[in-house]
Every structure is written in C-alpha cells, then in structure tokens.
C-alpha cells in the first residue's frame, strides 16, 4: 500500500477511466494520420491550376486558426458531457435523435466505408507500386518490375483487376485485425504507428539533409537512363533541356500566378479531410481520465491538432524549399492530364510526394522506410475506420434503432463480429464500385460533404447547449467562459459553423480536391441521400419498436432530477 | 394479456441526481417496477479545508478550488454531490489529524454515507409512486440495511423473493466474487454457489423467475474490465503490448446458476464499462452499465407479459 492514500478512502470496486489526457491526444494526433492520401493531394494538387496562387504553408496555418473554435467546440461539449458515444450522444440530447442518428451513422459509418476502400486502393498505387517499381528500376528483377506495371495500370485502380484483389485481401485483414480484438489491434496499433511515423520523418530527413540544387542533380541523374531506356528522342530533348527537372518546367510553360487568398481559402477542403478528426478521442469519453477537465480537453483535441499542424508546416517548408514550387506546379499539371499523347511525363509510378523523395535516394532501405511506411500509415487509417464505424453500429443497436444482432459481441475477442462483418461487406461494396463502376464514383465526388453534415451538426450543438441543455452546461467547466452574458461555447460554436458551412460550400462549389476528381452536380443529391435513408431507418426503426413497446424517444431523453 | 415494464438501474454510488432520476424514473418512463441494483454508496469523500481567514479550499478532480465564503462551498457541494462524492468541511489541523486517524475517518465517512441514504430514503418516500426494490451492492457497508428497510416505499429483496407482476418471481443478490479491493460483500465463488443455491431453493418456477444479481456472470460480455494489478493502491490496470488487458471478471457461480437454472431474466451491474445484453441459454441477461459521475441515470426498461414472459428491453440514458 501507497503512503499517498488519501485522508478518506474505503474499499470499493470500479474502475473506469483508464486513457490518460496524454495517451487521447496521441490518439488524435494519429486519427488526423501521418499518412492519407490528403497530405499526398495538398502537395500536388495544390500547386496546381484549379487553386491558382495558393500559398499551401498560409492555407495550414489558417486551417489550424480556423480549425480552434471547433475543437474548442468539441473540448467544451466534451467536458460538460464526458461520455461514451462523442456527438451522437450530444446531438441526439440536444438536437433530436433522429438528427443524431443520420449524421454519424452516415458520416462516421456509412462515407468511412468508402475512405476506407479508397485508401485500400491507395495503399497499392501510392506505396507498393513505386516500391516495386523502384526495386525493379535497381534491381533489374523481372518480378518486381511485372508487379509494378500490373498495379500501375493506366495509372490508376480503374479496371485494374490486381488492386481490386489486393485492395479486397487488405479489406479482409483489417476485419481479421479488427475481430481478433481491441488488445491485438492495441499491439498492431504502435506497430503501424511507429512505421508510419518513422516514414513521415525519414522523409523529413531526407528533405531536410538535401539542398535544392542536390534535389535536381539527382532526380536528374535518377530519370535520365529511364527516359534513354524508354524513348532516345525524348531523351536528346531532356538533355538540351538541362535535364528532365528544367524539361518538366519548360514543357509545362507556365506563368508565375500572383498570390490569391480566395485560392488559398480553398484549399480548406482539402486539409480539412484529415485535418479535422484530432476530436476523435470524444468516442472514448467515457474512459478517459479528467475527462470533465477542460483544460485536458483543450490539451487532446485544441493541442493535438496545432501539433500537427506545425509537422505539417515543416513538411510544406521543406517540400517548397527543397523540390521548389514551379516544379511542382508544373509537374502535377502535366500529370494531371491524362492524354498520354501530350503528356510528357516518363514517370513509371504515381509521382506523388512520398515516391518521389524516395526517389532522389538510392538506398533501396529508404525507398523501403518511406513507402512500406507510408502503407502502415494506410492501413492503419482502414483499421480505425473499422473501429469507430463499429461503435456506432454497436450503440445505435443497443439504442435499439438497429437490430439487435449487430451488438453481438464475441465472448473470446470482445469484438463486435455481425457489425465487424457488414463493415467488410460495406468496404467491399465500395471497392467494387470504385475500381469497376467508376462512373458511378461521379456520386462520391462530394464525399467530404458527408462529413461536413455532422460538423455543422456539432457546432450547432455547441451554439444551443448552453441554452437547451442549461443545468448540464451550468454544471460544467465551459460555464465559466462567458462574454457578457453570452456563454463562449456558443461563440465558438458560431465561429465554428461558419467555417464549416464555408467547407461545405467548397465541397459543393469549389475545385475538383484531386481524389474526388470525377465532379458530378448529382453527388451533392447521393450525399443528401445517403443522409436523408439514414433519417427513414430512424423512422422505421421508431415504428418498429413502438409495435414492440419500446418508445425510441425514451433512449435520449433525461429525467428532470427536481 | 397484461404487462409490466421494470426500470433496472445499479450502482449509483452516491450521486444524489442519478437517484433523484431513478425514484422519478418510474412516471418518465411509464415503469410498474423499480429495482436498483445495488452499489448504493458513494466512494469518495471530497475535504475542504477552511482556512484561517475565513475563506475554503478544495482539490477535486484534479483542480484547485478556492471559495470565498460557506454559500460558495454550499453551490460546490451540489457539483460533489453529482458526482457520488460526500463533503467534508475542516480546518486544516483537524484533516491533518485525521490523516494520522484512519478509524476516525472511516467514521466520518460511514456517517456521511448513511446521512445521504437517508436523506435518499425520504426522498422516495415522498416521490415514489411505484414499488422500488433496492438491494446493496458488494462495495455497500451492513449498515446500508436497516436504512432501506425503514423505508415505507422502498425494499430491500436481499433475504426474500418478491412478485414483480403477478406471475414472475426476484431473487436479488448484492455480492460479488472477490475484487482487489476486498469489498465488504465480496465472497468466494464456493460461497457464492451455496447462498445462491439457498436463495434459488426458493422459488416456485426458477424457469419464469428474474435473477438480480448485482455480479455478472463470467465471460458473458456483462463483465469486460481491465484486469488489474492488486499489488499496488490504488489497483492498476495490467498493461501487455502496450494496451490494457481486458477480461471477464464476472462470478463464475452466477453463470454456472444460470445456465442450470435457465432463468427468463438476468440483471447485472458491477462493472460499470460493461453496458450490454447477452443471452445464456434462454435467459436474456443484461447490465445497464453505470455513469453516475457524470449524474447520468443509466437504465433499462424490460417489457414483461404476464403470460409470455420477457418480451422486450430498451437502454435508457437519462
């Protein structure tokens, strides 16, 4: 026994709150993820012509000012109600069950299917295929080099029967990882966390320790027998160029933009995507420790996301500084076009940042480091998915809107198989469409508007808390901000709805985000649709139970104590 | 063919909102039957020392407060009290002296704990307008007894068996299996077998009968916790891979009854994490789980036909 024992203490069992604030803001840090396919489109696709005079290093400072008063938001709402189930339990408290329902089963369950499936297909295009295909340049291995060109076909996952295989055995081993259970997963967890981290600062590393002219001498020295293996005329015309780094430059042709903030603003809806899940930590509330402590709060969520920002701010400098803007621009505008009879590109993987730093290095280790890395960090996204998809299929049963089989939980892992399962099939689903259907992927090209539903939705929760939910709010620490008479909670809700309608609006109005390249006017209607089905399975549900005496509203409502 | 709806609640450990919530719970959720499921009490008590110059201070849940005078400690002890914890006012030399007197302590808290299950008892007396059942928990003291059984509305089912409806039977046990924190009502699973045998041996129709015991049975996804190191105090959780190592830490008796017995319901609480419904055989288990730090009721509503037996259950989080 401890001298620490307080003055007053008797036996008694329990033990809830295991989380430390420290571990949740981890937790967040990764949600937000090292790795996504998001970091890989702001570094091309922000350079490019449809965000003309960004300023990628201004758009992630603003993001992360722009992005407090949410997290301020969600660190206040967290405080005040500290429990398990995050925003569904807030909204559906708040605002209305129904509401509740629709947007996290539709955001966090339903539209993570898809990111899910689509990362599945970025684990192959972004990370294996320039692997094999830097192997087989090194190696001369026919095997590797067979490989590659198999998952490179056209350069893309459309119609490509070996990412569709390989993309639907990644989908059945995180539903493998997942049903073994939270402890496996908990050990594969730092495993796929310290791959991907030591890849995201490997490629720190090897920017840091490169200056801008040893990045052209050896992306030079590194293009110039490939584009001699593959084509002598071009290869003369390289040469006269300065060498293909100049040649992608002067090809390209194009003016130095003037700087533009509305550009920059834009770029919003891409940081956005992985920007915005460092709240991620709100669905394990109840197990974290000072839970109700708002400075904890703030430290997890307001904490964790300026943190990240600042990695990503270094990673924009060095990308900027060492690879150089114009390159890049001009880089990824020829490889935006698709024609293969204009574009001049000789490149034999998916030129995104990662593979291409890997490039200028010519250790096979490094290449290995960066992009087996860059798939742990993949993966580890597709298995988080699983898990936050899951609880929410998991609560909404044991709410009794689902049916009841979903919270099956296995006696041995603890794991929810049945939602586990409709998880996989759910990717699965997606997977094909992408890859086989993809004109039917023109209905995903608003994805991020599916998300942005819940956040609209939570800010509005925090605008009204304080007023419809008085005695809980009163109780908490946020009671304490005020402005007047006016509860801060409300402010940042506000500020934090316009930011989010502002997101919105870039989903629906803005540029093509690069991975939601296909724009289609019907995927703001699929979107709403998708939300809309999940507001009838709601209804449904409440007609279902009501024939067997059980009054759904009754799961949200609280008991006035007085 | 008539019906009766139960509202099952457990440990609720002291927050006086949980078991304003509860008693009112019957009229909110339209339920026949109260039964809470023990755990009653409170664990923690929350010192203020009051200072030479007139003004408080505190240290709970990890911040300092500070009070200017006794109407602000008063307005604190409404957020202690939500919480589950009891407020201690004392002068500084009085808690340094009760730092050296652990009996003195203990005394100050038992009083404090059976101060608010009285007060608890009046306030269902006055508001209760159905029966409530409310037997004590593993971690509740002997003393919690003879209060409960002074209420006028409130039983305590512990040594009986009572009628829900007109049909369905209760047994109600309050022990657990041994924690490490060697609670007052923790037995061994040899005698938890023999008292439940005895209370078992009491039943018309074990078949048609309602188990509420406040254990859960073992491995039955009622009772996954993390496992913890009793070595040290307060008990840590055991950390492996670099996670913590969940188990089931229900009563390996309370299962074993229940599957011989295949009883139409189950109703568990003690591990608070562990909110779900499983099924043992024929018989529908259930645990409520437990938030009353936060002041939330958690509960669940459970339709019985007085015919067909169980027929359907509904968490509440009021």
């Not at chain 2, 209420?151 to 089912?157: A, E, F, G, I, L």
């Amino acid at each position: 026994m401890s001298k620490d024992k307080p003055v007053f203490s008797r036996a008694s069992s329990g033990l809830v709150r295991e989380i430390s604030p420290h571990q949740a803001f981890i937790y967040n840090f990764m949600a937000i993820g090292f790795y996504g396919f998001t970091w890989a489109t702001l570094f091309s696709v922000g350079y490019t012509g449809a965000f003309l005079g960004a300023n990628i290093g201004l758009a992630i400072v603003l993001m992360a000012i722009s992005a407090v008063p949410f997290y301020l938001s969600t660190a206040m709402l967290a405080s005040a109600m500290p429990r398990a189930g995050g925003d569904y339990v807030w909204q559906s408290r708040t605002l209305h069950p129904a509401l509740a329902f629709a947007s996290t089963f539709s955001a966090w369950t339903v539209w993570q299917w898809y990111f899910a499936s689509f990362l599945g297909t970025v684990i192959f295009t972004l990370g294996l295929q320039p692997l094999f295909a830097l192997l087989g340049m090194q190696t001369g291995n026919a095997s590797y080099q067979t490989i590659a060109a198999d998952l490179a076909i056209g350069y893309s996952q459309y119609d490509n029967n070996y990412v569709f295989l390989a993309t639907t055995l990644v989908i059945i081993l995180g539903f493998a990882v997942a049903a073994l259970g939270i402890k496996f997963y908990v050990r594969l967890q730092y495993l796929l966390f310290a791959g991907s981290g030591i890849s995201a600062f490997t490629v720190l590393g090897v920017l840091a320790s490169t200056s801008h002219s040893q990045f052209i001498s050896r992306f030079n020295a590194f293009m110039t027998p490939l584009i001699t293996s593959t084509n002598a005329t071009q290869a003369t015309v390289v040469a006269n160029a300065g060498g293909y780094y100049n040649y992608i430059i002067s090809t390209a042709a194009l003016s130095s933009p003037s700087f533009s903030l509305w550009a920059t603003f834009l770029l919003f809806g891409i940081i956005w995507i992985s920007f915005g899940y460092a709240f991620w930590s709100i669905y394990n509330l109840s197990e974290i420790k000072r839970a109700g402590n708002l400075s904890s709060q703030s430290f997890m969520q307001v904490g964790s996301s300026l943190s990240f920002a600042f990695f990503l701010l270094a990673l924009w400098y060095l990308i900027q500084n060492v690879i150089g803007i114009d390159f890049l621009r001009s880089f990824f505008t020829l490889y935006a076009n698709f024609d293969p009879s204009t574009n001049p590109l000789a490149f034999f993987y998916t030129p995104y940042y990662p593979a291409l730093v890997a490039s200028i290095s010519s250790s096979p280790l490094i290449w290995g480091i960066i992009l087996v890395g860059l798939t742990f960090g993949l993966f580890q996204v597709i298995l988080i998915v699983y898990f936050a998809s899951t609880r929410i299929m998991l609560a909404s049963s044991i709410d009794r809107v689902l049916p009841e089989k979903i919270s099956y939980v296995n006696d041995r892992t603890h794991s929810p198989l049945v939602a586990l399962i409709i998880s996989a099939i759910g990717c699965e689903a997606f997977l094909y469409l992408i890859v086989y259907q993809y004109t039917f992927t023109s209905y995903f090209s608003t994805a991020g508007l599916a998300t942005q539903i819940a956040y609209i939705l939570i800010s509005v929760t925090a605008i009204v808390f304080p007023f419809r939910k008085k005695d809980i709010f009163e109780a908490s620490p946020a009671s304490k901000y005020k402005l007047g008479s006016l509860p801060i909670l409300s402010i940042v809700g506000f500020l934090s709805l316009i930011v989010n309608l502002f997101i919105a609006y870039i989903f629906i109005f803005g540029p093509p985000l690069g991975f939601l390249s296909v724009y289609s006017a019907s995927s703001i209607e699929f979107v709403i649709g998708i939300f809309v089905a999940c507001l009838l399975i709601y209804f449904i549900a409440y007609g279902v139970r009501k024939g067997q005496k059980i009054d759904l509203t009754l799961s949200f409502k609280e008991v006035p104590p007085e | 063919m008539a019906s009766t709806r139960l509202l099952f609640a457990t440990d609720v450990h002291g927050s006086d909102p949980v078991w304003q919530k509860f008693v009112k719970g019957g009229q909110f959720y339209k339920a026949d039957v109260l039964i809470l499921g023990g755990d009653i009490t409170g664990k923690n008590v929350v010192s203020v020392t009051e200072n030479s110059d007139g003004t408080f201070s505190a240290n709970f849940q990890g911040q300092k407060h500070d009070f200017k005078n006794k109407s602000d400690v008063m307005n604190f002890d409404k957020i202690v009290r939500r919480t589950g914890s009891y407020l201690y006012v004392a002068s500084k030399s009085e808690l340094d002296e009760l730092a050296q007197n652990k009996e003195k302590a203990d005394q100050i808290f038992t009083d404090l704990i059976l101060q608010r299950l009285k007060e608890w008892i009046d306030y269902a007396d006055k508001f209760a307008t159905t029966p409530i059942y409310v037997n004590a928990g593993n971690d509740d003291d002997a003393g919690v007894d003879p209060i409960i059984a002074a209420s006028s509305k409130v039983t305590q089912p512990e040594e009986k068996v009572v009628l829900v409806d007109s049909k369905h039977e209760m047994i109600s046990a309050g022990f657990a299996n041994i924690t490490p924190w060697h609670c007052p009502r923790d037995y061994t699973e040899e005698e938890i077998a023999k008292r439940l045998d005895r209370k078992i041996s009491l039943l018309k129709d074990p078949h048609s009968s309602i188990f509420n015991f406040h254990c859960p049975p073992v491995n039955s996804g009622l009772d996954t916790c993390p496992k913890l190191d009793a070595s040290v105090y307060p008990p840590r959780p055991i950390m492996s891979g670099g996670g913590v190592v969940l188990f089931g830490a229900g009563s390996t008796s309370v299962r074993e009854a229940i599957e011989r017995e295949q009883p139409m319901l189950g109703l568990h609480g003690h591990i608070h994490e562990s909110k779900n419904i499983s099924r043992i055989g024929r018989t529908v288990c259930i645990n409520p789980g437990s938030e009353y730090g936060e002041g939330v009721l958690r509960g669940v509503l459970v339709n019985i036909d007085d015919q067909k037996g169980y027929r359907s259950y509904q968490f509440v989080s009021g």
